[in-house]
């Protein structure tokens, strides 16, 4: 059985993945919230390329929704072991260096005067605008934090999976008594 803080941590990255997805889902239909005011934040026409690159990531949207479940779920155990581990480092991981990478890219912008930041790009290529509003740009660092929230719970969820044994040891030996 699982230990109750792995059933903690996978319920709680559970709860934020879903949040994540019905953000997304939200946002493809059209919704706005946490964006800002930015003037066309989702890209309407998709070259083929950036629609093989949807796919893939609504595969990692799939893989990530069912993944803390299977740590817990008595079908996880179908899975080998060392894939789930995997797959839940390789998911802390992205989550991170995403969120990582985006506070980098605003610092270079806003202390250090950077135009491009790290991502090469001005923010009217990023934003849609050449001055951002204050709002825009902590929606943007709100959206980058809650990156960084998933990556620490798959990590959480991984480091207290990566002990757990699925097996019950034998009860000790006890003569029977007449």
């Known amino acids: 059985m699982a230990t109750r803080r792995l059933r ?12 994540f997805d019905a953000l997304h889902v939200y946002w ?28 893939v990531v609504l595969a990692l949207f799939v893989i990530g929704t069912v993944l803390p479940l299977a740590f817990v779920q008595r079908w996880g155990r179908r899975i ?44 009217e290529q990023l934003l849609g605008t050449a001055t951002p509003s204050a709002y825009t740009l902590w929606s943007a660092r709100t959206i980058d934090f809650y990156f960084l929230i998933g990556g620490v719970l798959y990590g ?10 699925d097996e019950q040891p034998d009860p000790p030996y006890r003569p029977e008594t007449i």
């Open 8 to 19: 903690q941590a996978a319920a709680v990255t559970f709860g934020w993945i879903v949040v």
């Open 28 to 55: 493809e239909l059209g919704g706005r919230f946490g964006f800002g005011d930015q003037a066309d934040p989702l890209p309407s026409a998709q070259t083929a390329g950036q629609r093989v690159f949807t796919a």
């Open 80 to 123: 080998p072991r060392w894939i789930l581990i995997t797959m839940a480092w390789v998911a802390a991981g992205l989550l991170s260096v995403r969120a990582v990478a985006a506070f980098v890219d605003d610092a270079m912008r806003t202390v250090f005067g950077s135009p491009t930041g790290l991502t090469g790009l001005t923010y």
């Open 156 to 165: 959480a969820t991984t480091w207290y999976a990566r002990s757990r044994t």
